[in-house]
């Protein structure tokens, strides 16, 4: 079956404007994770979902890192005033949502602040 | 919270000698143990997991990881490599089922294998 698909693949945008990292997780994987891949910093933890819901935001670096999921599916993150700082790989990963269980990542989308 | 070290951040190999990348973790609360790999331009591929039971755990492509409880490692072997194992692995970590963490991944720094023929 379709594994986990993030779009778009690449992305260049300058300081300040807004972008928008969508995730369309495997037909139902109830859970969903955004992580984010840098030089600097490794892989880290953004944020959770469990349905439509997140109870765990803890690595959002800032206010202006938000994220939704609609109809237990898609998730979109979205980044408004970029900076440079944010420049990564955006991973979005989905599993069956029991501990435990594999986490199936996508391909990222590769964001570049310029 | 959970932390994980990946010992080596590079290890070079021949093709067909056996290798073995390390990891040590930290954690106040039992865990479960993971072990992915990243291809060039590609997301993360799970290799192998140990959650209980035995601690020898073998995953796919020939690989197989220890889990050692009283040294709190977890380190990745293959008794023999080859040309297409050149990558970068990454050890991650997750609370176990019970905590609050909902399969949260903490991962270590990564470790790119190449291997030379």
């Known amino acids: 079956g379709a594994g986990v698909s993030q779009s778009p693949s690449n992305k260049v945008t300058e300081k300040g404007k807004d972008v928008e990292l969508r995730c369309d997780p495997i037909?139902?994987?109830?859970?969903l994770y955004w992580y984010r891949q840098s030089l600097g910093q490794g892989l880290e933890f953004l944020i959770y979902?469990?349905?439509?819901?997140?109870?765990?935001k803890s690595g959002l670096p800032s206010d202006r890192f938000s994220a939704e999921r609609t109809g237990g599916s898609v998730s979109t993150l979205t980044i408004q005033r970029t900076q440079q700082e944010d420049s990564a790989v955006y991973l979005c990963?989905?599993?069956?949502?029991?501990?435990?269980?594999?986490?199936?990542f996508g391909p990222g989308t590769r964001l570049l602040v310029l | 919270a959970q932390s994980v070290t990946q010992l080596d951040s590079q290890v070079p190999v021949f093709e067909e000698a056996p290798v073995e990348l390390r990891c040590n973790y930290s954690?106040?609360?039992?865990?479960?143990l993971f072990w992915y790999v990243q291809y060039p331009n590609q997301g993360l591929q799970l290799l192998l997991k140990y959650l209980s039971g035995s601690t020898l755990v073998k995953g796919i492509n020939g690989f197989e990881a220890e889990f050692n409880k009283s040294q709190t490692s977890f380190h990745l072997r293959k008794p023999s490599v080859h040309i297409s194992d050149t990558a970068e692995y990454f050890c991650a970590v997750s609370e176990a089922a019970g905590g609050t963490s909902y399969g949260k991944l903490t991962f270590g720094q990564g470790t790119i294998l190449t291997v030379h023929p």
């Open positions: 979902f469990q349905g439509n819901s997140a109870p765990d």
């Open positions: 990963a989905s599993s069956p949502g029991l501990a435990g269980k594999a986490q199936y």
């Open positions: 954690s106040s609360v039992s865990v479960y």
């Open positions: 037909s139902g994987h109830t859970a």
